[in-house]
């Protein structure tokens, strides 16, 4: 199975494709940078058609996309979140037109996943996931963020295959 992984943003959009397998894989990772200077809606278009790009250049069968956070209270990220569920949406959108499935992860949950703990640093997550991956160094930040995204997708079908194999027809609880 291939995935495709996006951490998003408006203005720096980080993808990751792994393909899974006994050691899941790194196909590719980068990050789509736009300058601010440019108008919302055309970053907004150019992040749409690269994201369809990378659909189909790498054929992945499941797009998983980090969730915006909003800390409670906090109104100075009230803004950075409505931008980020922009790009959310433009990539939600994307997956949607070409049939494919998407798979939306909390911070915590992809922090869990990685991690094992869901408040950990960004330095712990940079340093699980190369260590997950055998990366030799760290991608860029929103690089690596989209890879843990795709990496924490992997991790909860890997338990969901795992429980569905444990459950058998006619014993469910």
Partial sequence: MR???IDPGTLRMGY???EDGPQPEVDDCGVIALPSSMPLEKRLYQLYTHVLNLIHVFQPQALAVEEPFVGKGDRQF???AIAV???QALVLIAAASQG???YRYSPAQIKRAISDYGAASKGQMQQALAATLGLKEVPESDAADALSVGLCHLVQSRSQDALAREIKPGLER
Wanted: charged share 0%; glycine share 26%.
């Fill in 78 to 80: 009230i803004g950075p």
């Fill in 16 to 18: 990751g494709v792994l």
């Fill in 3 to 5: 995935i495709l992984g």
């Fill in 85 to 87: 569920g922009q790009a």
């Fill in 100 to 102: 494919l499935p998407v």
